[in-house]
T-cell receptor, first 115, second 110 residues
Framework: DTEVTQTPKHLVMGMTNKKSLKCEQH?????MYWYKQKAKKPPELMFV???????INESVPSRFSPECPNSSLLNLHLHALQPEDSALYLC??????????????FGPGTRLTVL | RKEVEQDPGPFNVPEGATVAFNCTYS??????FFWYRQDCRKEPKLLMS???SGNEDGRFTAQLNRASQYISLLIRDSKLSDSATYLC???????????FGAGTRLFVKA
């Protein structure tokens, strides 16, 4: 079962709101990723967790705060976002192999609109 | 120069055509290579990994040339359902850093 689930599917929030995006996988993967994808652009890596520890932070603004409470869950906490943060936020997971990471499987994404 | 570059597209081809996409990467520490496809407003889905020896999956063939730092994807006998954006993906040695190419849009017409 290669399934990554994300909630909510759509989210509209104001610039003063606090919200969270959730991602879950039950494939036993120990690496989980957040990507941001703007329209007609490729996904851009934001964060990577490996064995529940933050492994990569691609200089993402602090208004995005990731959290990995356990090996199956990944959250992205949002606060004081800007309209330009409106995008599709994709979660992915992969195995961790000796030389790095294996194939990534993506969730369906959360489409975020910041007003 | 972008770390991963792809043919800009779009490619408009008739059903049954053969179409090829290329992707170049600039970082020699690049380790793993993949082709993903992405349909409009959907998530990327793995099409195939790319191995040094080349690999084939039905109508799809992927090649990797490490010396010239490029990968390619060949689609034979195109179907209408192949219409999508094809993303070249590169991962780097020893870690999780992943870079997507900008994608090549393919339209297959009846």
């Amino acid at each position: 079962d290669t399934e990554v689930t994300q909630t909510p599917k759509h989210l509209v929030m104001g610039m003063t709101n606090k919200k969270s995006l959730k991602c879950e996988q039950h494939m036993g993967h120990r690496a989980m990723y957040w990507y941001k994808q703007k329209a007609k652009k490729p996904p851009e890596l934001m964060f990577v967790y490996s064995y529940e520890k933050l492994s990569i932070n691609e200089s993402v603004p602090s208004r995005f705060s990731p959290e990995c409470p356990n090996s199956s869950l990944l959250n992205l906490h949002l606060h004081a976002l800007q309209p330009e943060d409106s995008a599709l936020y994709l979660c992915a997971s992969s195995q961790v192999i000796a030389a790095g990471a294996d194939t990534q499987y993506f969730g369906p994404g959360t489409r975020l609109t910041v007003l | 120069r972008k770390e991963v570059e792809q043919d800009p597209g779009p490619f408009n081809v008739p059903e049954g055509a053969t179409v090829a996409f290329n992707c170049t990467y600039s970082n020699s520490a690049s380790q793993s290579f993949f082709w993903y496809r992405q349909d409009c407003r959907k998530e990327p889905k793995l099409l195939m990994s790319v191995y040094s020896s080349g690999n084939e999956d039905g109508r799809f063939t992927a090649q990797l040339n490490r010396a010239s730092q490029y990968i390619s994807l060949l689609i034979r006998d195109s179907k209408l359902s192949d219409s999508a954006t094809y993303l070249c993906v590169v991962k780097f040695t020893g870690g999780f850093k992943t870079i997507f190419g900008a994608g090549t849009r393919l339209f297959v017409k009846a």
